[in-house]
């Protein structure tokens, strides 16, 4: 008995989109965009002068969040996308803005190409995490998630406390 090729094509598609489809991983991506694009305006925001800005002695610096921010974007998106992290130079929290900020932004744009291969089939592998744990692909996602959410929340703070308003605050009042 023949199967038509046809029959067997259409029998297929619907596992072939399945394995196309990477809703986690494309929601991932979108938030990492729209909070590259958060972050960076925070940075942009902020006046030179207030980069050394801290509410309180305990808490870290506005250039030292950027720093931070670099840092971990550098690290968490060369472990989700499987991309080694550029070499960089070494900056710190006391560099000039336009340093900071470039910085970030460098960071951001590796994330996306680090991520842009990323989809749902590895969500559960297992990946080597701060002193040698490993955490699913998946849970290195959802940390990161956190982490941009909480220092965007950080910086936005920053920000009122000198009189700014945030990027995500301003479209709503505009």
Known sequence: MRVPVL????????GVAAAQSA???????????SEAK????????MPADKFSYAPTPAQM???AVMTHLAD????????????????????????????LV???????????????????SKLGEQLPF??????SRASIMTITTG?????????????RLNGILPPTAKRQAE
């Open 7 to 14: 029959a067997v094509a259409l029998a297929l598609l619907p």
């Open 23 to 33: 809703p986690v991983a494309d929601a991932f991506r979108e938030f990492a965009g």
């Open 38 to 45: 958060h972050l960076t305006a925070a940075a942009d925001l």
């Open 61 to 63: 610096t506005f250039g």
């Open 72 to 99: 971990g974007n550098d690290y968490f998106c060369s472990e989700i996308g499987g991309m080694k992290a550029p070499t960089r130079t070494k900056v710190t929290a006391t560099d000039s803005k336009e340093v």
């Open 102 to 120: 470039a910085r970030l932004k460098e960071t951001f744009d590796f994330c996306t190409k680090a991520l842009a291969g990323v989809d749902d």
């Open 130 to 135: 701060f002193g040698g744990k490993t955490r």
């Open 147 to 159: 982490d941009w959410a909480d220092h965007y929340s950080q910086v936005a703070i920053y920000l």
